[in-house]
């Protein structure tokens, strides 16, 4: 833990986060913290990025740059400052996601459809070649990005979220075909989590929700942060180009 852990899977590693200033970002951010890295957070509030560092043990642990993922300038400063503080950056965590629509694909607004594969996507290849640039590329690392059981089937109500992040997973087969031998590239496809970025997937039905799974209960944010933790760390040394399913045994559709 911040203060006491020395030693650890992350012992002198440094890893970026995208979207850590809660949910599944800030869980893996204190996985790998409490391992023995120290990281680099992202998100768009400076207020959220603040009360998420005290979690993490103050600025001797963690920074955050605040900033929009699918915003150039953003990404090369959160970058500059993880390398520029810390000296190194051994991993990424493409954690950002968005979805501001719901409903069937052919009425989505194609101006929202954009908005969101530039997030999902672009934004999470735009943050691998930058700290491919930055670090990875000379020194070797590891690179996790968080898709979602959404793009491994149809998605009832998020299709065009699903349809990018099954972009994001074929991505990661990608980018480790052509970043091996030194750089790693891995995925998870986390079911619904108990975030706030979930919450319309089971509020007001949870139990119904939690019933369709053979582990009876939602996701927690530490469930998938520890399968993060286990991609990035050279635990998962001989594993690359793959998609880790966590849906606590998931019967039918979402």
């Known amino acids: 833990m911040p203060g006491g852990q020395t030693e650890g899977r992350f012992a ?22 409490d391992e023995g890295a120290r990281v680099c957070i ?45 000296g190194r950056l051994d991993v990424l965590v493409n954690n950002t996601g968005i979805n501001p ?9 194609f101006g929202v459809a954009r908005k969101i594969f530039e997030v ?8 691998v070649k930058l700290a491919h640039d930055a670090w990875l590329g000379e ?10 059981v959404a793009g491994l089937g149809a998605s009832p109500g ?9 972009a994001l997973i074929a991505m ?3 980018l480790s075909f052509e970043l091996a031998p030194d750089i790693r590239v891995n995925a998870v496809a986390p079911a619904v989590v108990r975030t706030r970025f979930a919450e319309a997937l089971y509020a007001d039905k949870e139990e119904q929700v939690a019933a369709g799974y053979l582990l009876k209960r939602l996701g927690e944010p530490a469930d998938i942060g520890a399968a993060i933790a286990y991609l990035a760390s050279s635990d998962a040394g001989w594993t690359t180009g793959q ?6 045994g998931l019967i039918g559709n979402i």
């Open 12 to 33: 002198g590693r440094v890893a970026l986060i995208t979207g850590a200033s809660r949910g599944i970002g800030l869980a893996a951010a204190q996985r790998l913290v």
């Open 42 to 86: 992202t998100a768009r509030k400076p207020e959220t990025l603040a009360a998420a560092i005290a979690v993490l043990g103050g600025p001797e642990y963690a920074i955050a740059v605040a900033g929009s993922s699918d915003d150039a300038d953003h990404r090369e400063q959160a970058v500059f400052e993880t390398v520029s503080t810390f």
């Open 101 to 109: 629509t719901f409903g069937p694909l052919l009425d989505v607004d």
């Open 120 to 127: 999902n996507v672009l934004s999470a290849l735009s943050w």
């Open 139 to 148: 020194h070797g690392g590891a690179v996790v990005n968080v898709a979602s």
């Open 158 to 166: 998020i299709a065009f979220y699903g349809i990018t992040k099954a």
């Open 172 to 174: 990661t087969r990608q």
């Open 243 to 248: 998609t880790l399913v966590i849906d606590g």
